[in-house]
């Protein structure tokens, strides 16, 4: 089992930037992907961003170029870099872990408790 905590959310500025946290504990080495979701008020959650354990890294179109995710295996840690915040950017943020290819919410399928991103002037 995996249990993942956020930290870094609040209130910014548009143009401004934020740093998510995640970090993770448990069977922690068993994570093959991690990953942050973002929902915003009547919208589908979608990917934000995702990390391999390899340390290859894909983005959503609409963060390319200004968002960064990161993975500190050691520190049993990734982080969401948001740069250049866009009030369009305003969601829930999310942190996910995966045991494997197959997901299964609370056995191979972790979220956390989510963090408030508001951009906002």
């Known amino acids: 089992q995996v249990q993942l905590v956020e930290s870094g959310g609040g209130l910014v500025q548009p143009g401004g930037s934020l740093r998510l946290s995640c970090a993770a504990s448990g069977r922690t080495f068993s994570i093959y992907d991690m990953g942050w979701y973002r929902q915003a008020p009547g919208k589908q959650r979608e990917l934000v961003a995702g990390?391999?354990?390899?340390?290859?890294?894909n983005y959503a179109d609409s963060v390319k170029g200004r968002f960064t995710m990161s993975r500190d295996n050691a520190a049993n840690t990734v982080y969401l870099q948001m740069n250049n915040l866009k009030p369009e950017d305003t969601a829930v943020y999310y942190c996910?872990?995966?045991?494997?290819?197959?997901?299964?919410?609370?056995?191979?399928?972790?979220w956390g408790q989510g963090t408030q991103v508001t951009v906002s002037s």
């Open positions: 990390i391999s354990s390899s340390g290859s890294t």
């Open positions: 996910n872990a995966a045991l494997g290819r197959v997901r299964v919410v609370g056995v191979t399928d972790f």
